[in-house]
């Protein structure tokens, strides 16, 4: 069983990031279930991690597009990181040094 909490940061990036895309993030506190002696389970503290998920809306009636999701299992990640992370592999900051160098 896993039991989550949604915690949304798209306030942190509401100047920064271009027009349409959207970081969300989730906290996921991780149970593990372990049966037990006949009908009894045991619930064991498996610990949180945070993941980050990039998404674009078209603008139009069709669902949000998913571009990538990150997994952190240390924890929050702070917003630097986390925009190094994204940066990277997208150009979707409208800071262009967050940006990832082109090729």
Partial sequence: MIVHE???I???????LQEGYYVIRETYQNV?????????VRQ?????E???????DPGD???LI?????TFADGIPSLA???ETIAAEYDVFVDHRWAAPSL
Avoid: R
């Avoid at 945070?50 to 674009?56: D, K, N, R, S, W």
């Fill in 10 to 16: 798209e306030h942190l990036f509401t100047e920064q």
């Fill in 81 to 83: 990181e986390l925009k």
């Fill in 61 to 63: 009636e069709y669902s």
């Fill in 32 to 40: 593990l279930v372990e049966p037990e002696d006949g009908d009894t």
């Fill in 44 to 48: 064991v503290d498996a610990g949180t």
């Fill in 66 to 70: 998913c571009l990538d999701t990150y």
């Fill in 50 to 56: 945070e993941v980050v998920t990039i998404v674009f």
């Fill in 6 to 8: 949604l915690t949304d």
